[in-house]
């Protein structure tokens, strides 16, 4: 029996050889596999979960392992990638006025390894730029997020990384080449951060490895079916289109400040808090470098007015209170026809200068809606005698000196809903040709809201996020009791902590001073608040009479709110603001202007 079973047992079990012969197999597979793996590493693997690096900043990661990694794909890929560039390769043609540069050159090529590019061989020496694609579940919201933490209470603001090139590994570059992406006219387009990563990396190329000739100018030819983003390859440094082809000579100087500014919203451009430290954000150098007269003339404040006299106080409030600041910028006012010739002499009184402008109607719009001609602000791209200019809407008032944001780049604004920005507070860069752009994309662009807010985040969707404290808008949306508190402790503070206060809602001036006449209309409450009220009307008080004068009530409007007090009153609003005893001499018959 135990014969039988040792015989049974030896048929079974394999050879000691064999078992040899079958290890050597597994582990020339394993080799296979792995020289594989480690020849061609996938983006998978750095994006596993997007997510996880929401809090890892583009200039705050430095992994060695991960870095040595993709040197080394760098200094091996070459080779593999060129063996497997696909067969049936479009060929992508040489444009007609790259023979104007001349051959001998060095070419770097961004995103064109499915393409053949052999004619390009012919012109001088081409060089791939390897990267890793970002990966598909990278969404925009992770580089714009609605709301970060700015003031650190519980957090520090950080940006996702997007892959980049190992630009060291690289020689410079008479030339970088690249296929832009474009999902156009798919819904979210713009908003494709493959897109952005790719005008990314050949930015960095450009203020890393291109040449630059004696003008701080660098060679970018780009391919794409849809318009190169603005934001990173500006229209005034367009040479030549030609069909798909687009030519820039880029100012590097100015690149080089764009790429050096977080990748998206999802961190400040201007930070309140000094890194890791419970210590406020020393400015001081920002400060030095607006304060040279010869720059100061370069650039300006500006507001509009257009189609009614509805703001004209409010206009003069926010001269008065920039000239406060101490500026030495120009304050320039864009208005319409519809201003008075009275109104325009009180304005001119007030610190703004005057430019007569033709009103600019939204072809989406409906006739006779507020936001018909709100494409007028798209004049101020046309101010080309000023490099830089901070447009700020007329229901705003300034605590602070704003020249530092002349530090910063068009387009650099604070956050609003969403992935977008607020135009109430702007820094842009006037440019005939931006204009021309802006004009050619009215019929095709749709604005969410219907005004230039809406128009001018499809058409820069890469902006930098200044602090809310440069444009805090009046509104409660949370409508509690901490958020009230919290608001209107910074209304209040002296000196103040905030930049600007933006009045949504009901305008000061189109109240009665005794109170916030938002209380009074059920839709508006959200924008009440007594203690900005107060605020505002500290700085109407401290004007010239004369132009007090120009933030009186008209007929209409004092009947308007009486209206609202006594409707408030039977509807029984809880706050009461519709019982207090209205002492505003500008109720007075003899006071109101029609």
Same mark, same amino acid.
């Not at 509009?304 to 120009?330: F, M, N, P, W």
């Given at each position: 029996?135990?014969?039988?079973?040792?015989q049974?047992?030896f048929?079974?079990?394999?050879?000691?050889?064999?078992?040899?012969?079958?290890?050597?197999?597994?582990?020339a597979?394993?080799?296979?596999?792995?020289?594989?793996?480690?020849?061609?590493?996938?983006?998978?693997?750095?994006?596993?979960?997007?997510a996880?690096?929401?809090?890892?900043?583009?200039?705050?990661?430095?992994?060695?392992?991960?870095?040595?990694?993709?040197?080394?794909?760098?200094?091996?890929?070459?080779?593999?990638?060129?063996?497997?560039?696909?067969?049936?390769?479009?060929?992508?043609?040489?444009?007609?006025?790259?023979?104007?540069?001349? !051959?001998?050159?060095? $070419?770097?090529? *961004?995103?064109?390894?499915? %393409?053949? &590019?052999?004619?390009? /061989?012919?012109?001088?020496?081409?060089?791939?730029?390897?990267?890793?694609?970002?990966?598909?579940?990278?969404?925009?919201?992770?580089?714009?997020?609605?709301?970060?933490?700015?003031?650190?209470?519980?957090?520090?603001?950080?940006?996702?990384?997007?892959?980049?090139?190992?630009?060291?590994?690289?020689?410079n570059?008479?030339?970088i080449?690249?296929?832009?992406?474009c999902?156009?006219?798919?819904?979210?387009?713009?908003?494709?951060?493959?897109?952005?990563?790719?005008?990314?990396?050949?930015?960095?190329?450009?203020?890393?490895?291109?040449?630059?000739?004696?003008?701080?100018?660098?060679?970018?030819?780009?391919?794409? !079916?849809?318009?190169? $983003?603005?934001? *990173?390859?500006?229209?005034? %440094?367009? &040479?030549?289109?030609? /069909?798909?082809?687009?030519?820039?000579?880029?100012?590097?100087?100015?690149?080089?400040?764009?790429?050096?500014?977080?990748?998206?919203?999802?961190?400040?451009?201007?930070?309140?808090?000094e890194?890791?430290?419970?210590?406020?954000?020393?400015?001081?150098?920002?400060?030095?470098?607006?304060?040279?007269?010869?720059?100061?003339?370069?650039?300006?404040?500006?507001?509009?007015?257009?189609?009614?006299?509805?703001?004209v106080?409010?206009?003069?409030?926010?001269?008065?209170?920039?000239?406060r600041?101490?500026?030495?910028?120009?304050?320039?006012?864009?208005?319409?026809?519809?201003?008075?010739?009275?109104?325009?002499?009180?304005?001119?009184?007030?610190?703004?200068?005057?430019?007569?402008?033709?009103?600019?109607?939204?072809?989406?719009a409906?006739?006779?809606?507020?936001?018909?001609?709100?494409?007028s602000?798209?004049?101020?791209?046309?101010?080309?005698?000023?490099?830089?200019?901070?447009?700020?809407?007329?229901?705003?008032i300034?605590?602070?000196?704003?020249?530092?944001?002349?530090?910063?780049?068009?387009?650099?604004?604070?956050?609003?809903?969403?992935?977008?920005?607020?135009?109430?507070?702007?820094?842009?860069?006037?440019?005939?040709?931006?204009?021309?752009?802006?004009?050619?994309?009215?019929?095709?662009?749709?604005?969410?809201?219907?005004?230039?807010?809406?128009?001018?985040?499809?058409?820069?969707?890469?902006?930098?996020?200044?602090?809310?404290?440069?444009?805090?808008?009046?509104?409660?949306?949370?409508?509690?009791?901490?958020?009230?508190?919290?608001?209107?402790?910074?209304?209040g503070?002296?000196?103040?902590?905030?930049?600007?206060?933006?009045?949504?809602?009901?305008?000061?001036?189109?109240?009665?001073?005794?109170?916030?006449?938002?209380?009074?209309?059920?839709?508006?409450?959200?924008?009440?608040?007594?203690?900005?009220?107060?605020?505002?009307?500290?700085?109407?008080?401290?004007?010239?009479?004369?132009?007090?004068?120009?933030?009186?009530?008209?007929?209409?409007?004092?009947?308007?709110?009486?209206?609202?007090?006594?409707?408030?009153?039977?509807?029984?609003?809880p706050?009461?603001?519709?019982?207090?005893?209205?002492?505003?001499?500008?109720?007075?018959?003899?006071?109101?202007?029609?």
């Amino acid at each position: 029996m135990e014969v039988s079973s040792l015989q049974k047992l030896f048929k079974t079990a394999p050879s000691k050889a064999l078992v040899i012969r079958i290890n050597l197999v597994c582990l020339a597979i394993f080799l296979v596999v792995y020289a594989t793996l480690l020849l061609q590493p996938s983006s998978s693997v750095y994006f596993e979960n997007a997510a996880s690096l929401v809090r890892c900043s583009l200039r705050e990661c430095h992994h060695k392992e991960e870095k040595s990694m993709k040197m080394k794909a760098v200094l091996e890929e070459p080779e593999f990638k060129t063996r497997m560039r696909k067969q049936n390769a479009s060929k992508i043609e040489v444009p007609r006025f790259f023979g104007e540069m001349g !051959k001998g050159l060095k $070419m770097g090529m *961004v995103n064109m390894h499915e %393409d053949d &590019v052999s004619e390009w /061989n012919n012109l001088g020496e081409t060089t791939e730029v390897y990267f890793e694609r970002v990966s598909e579940f990278f969404n925009w919201t992770d580089l714009f997020p609605e709301w970060i933490d700015e003031e650190e209470e519980s957090d520090v603001p950080s940006c996702p990384e997007i892959p980049m090139p190992e630009f060291a590994a690289y020689e410079n570059m008479d030339v970088i080449i690249a296929k832009l992406p474009c999902k156009y006219p798919e819904e979210g387009w713009a908003r494709d951060v493959f897109r952005l990563q790719v005008h990314m990396i050949v930015g960095n190329l450009v203020v890393k490895k291109g040449k630059k000739d004696w003008n701080w100018k660098t060679k970018v030819v780009l391919w794409s !079916k849809c318009r190169p $983003m603005m934001e *990173v390859f500006r229209c005034n %440094d367009l &040479v030549k289109q030609e /069909n798909e082809w687009w030519y820039y000579e880029v100012d590097v100087k100015w690149l080089e400040q764009k790429v050096s500014l977080p990748v998206g919203s999802c961190n400040l451009a201007l930070p309140l808090w000094e890194q890791g430290i419970d210590k406020v954000y020393d400015t001081s150098k920002l400060e030095q470098n607006v304060q040279s007269e010869a720059r100061a003339k370069r650039e300006a404040y500006a507001t509009v007015l257009h189609s009614s006299e509805g703001y004209v106080c409010g206009a003069i409030t926010l001269a008065q209170t920039l000239l406060r600041t101490g500026t030495k910028r120009d304050l320039v006012l864009l208005l319409d026809s519809s201003i008075s010739a009275v109104k325009r002499r009180a304005l001119e009184l007030s610190g703004w200068k005057i430019r007569l402008i033709s009103r600019i109607r939204n072809p989406l719009a409906e006739n006779g809606t507020y936001n018909e001609y709100n494409y007028s602000k798209f004049r101020l791209w046309q101010l080309t005698e000023y490099e830089r200019v901070i447009f700020i809407d007329a229901d705003i008032i300034i605590l602070r000196n704003l020249d530092i944001l002349f530090n910063f780049p068009q387009m650099s604004a604070t956050g609003n809903d969403q992935s977008i920005f607020n135009s109430g507070i702007m820094v842009l860069e006037p440019s005939n040709c931006t204009f021309d752009v802006l004009m050619s994309r009215r019929h095709d662009v749709v604005s969410y809201n219907g005004g230039d807010q809406g128009f001018l985040n499809e058409i820069f969707v890469w902006w930098h996020r200044l602090p809310r404290r440069v444009n805090f808008l009046k509104n409660f949306w949370a409508n509690t009791t901490l958020e009230a508190s919290v608001k209107n402790a910074m209304f209040g503070a002296d000196p103040p902590r905030l930049y600007a206060i933006h009045y949504l809602g009901l305008k000061p001036w189109h109240c009665y001073r005794d109170y916030d006449c938002n209380w009074d209309v059920e839709d508006q409450r959200v924008y009440a608040s007594d203690v900005a009220h107060r605020r505002w009307w500290k700085v109407h008080d401290a004007m010239d009479l004369r132009l007090q004068s120009l933030c009186r009530l008209t007929r209409k409007r004092r009947t308007e709110l009486n209206w609202e007090r006594r409707k408030a009153g039977k509807l029984g609003l809880p706050d009461m603001h519709w019982k207090i005893n209205v002492t505003d001499p500008r109720r007075q018959g003899s006071l109101l202007i029609d």
